[in-house]
């Protein structure tokens, strides 16, 4: 029994997938206004490279939702959440997300293999490509799709390999893996 175990005093951090505040609220049910503040971290958190999303229920200050902000800000970069709805797009967005960068990954470091590259090579390649290509957008501020055209000279490598990833659907899978683990997180949420 939590309710035993928590102050009125103490602020709760939650980061349950798909349990929503007011469940939280209901399940300390003895401490009717406490101050609950749910968050949705990814794996990078561990080396200090996370995208951290963080929300306040209705009896959290400010005050309370800024101290676990600052508490969660040395693992990376934290996003306040208006609208408690939008974790779960979080949660398929960023929670999920590192596997699919993990995957993005891989194959490019396998298609580096099937050209010529040694794989050791290929796989800091790759990694390294996505980790400066990340810190583009966050650091130019420029829409990705800007720095994609930059690159893609007319009749270059890049439009022809850009060509064969749209082929293939390659956003459209992108975005329907996002939507996809959101829903299944809304759903996770309804089983409780």
């Keep these: 029994d939590l309710n035993a175990c928590i102050s009125a005093t103490q602020n709760i951090v939650s980061m349950l997938p798909g349990i929503a505040l007011n469940v939280l609220q ?15 971290p990814n794996t990078p958190a561990l080396i200090g490279g996370a995208a951290i999303s963080i929300t306040k229920g209705p009896h959290a200050s400010i005050e309370d939702l800024e101290l676990v902000q600052s508490l969660l800000e040395p693992v990376g970069l934290v996003t306040r959440v208006e609208h408690e709805a939008q974790i779960d797009a979080v949660t398929g967005l960023s929670g999920s997300g590192p596997a699919y960068v993990y995957m993005l990954i891989e194959a490019m470091a396998d298609g580096g293999v099937n050209a010529g590259l040694p794989r050791d090579v290929a796989l800091k390649m790759a990694a390294q490509t996505v980790y400066g290509a990340a810190n583009m957008v966050l650091t130019t501020g420029q829409h990705p799709a800007q720095l994609k055209d930059a690159v893609a000279s007319p009749g270059g490598t890049t439009i022809a390999g850009i060509r064969e990833l749209e082929s293939h659907n390659f956003r459209f899978a992108v975005m329907s893996a996002v939507e996809t683990a959101a829903k299944r997180a809304h759903e996770l949420g309804q089983k409780k």
């Design 26 to 40: 209901n399940l300390l049910s003895s401490r009717p206004k406490l101050s609950i503040i749910r968050i949705m």
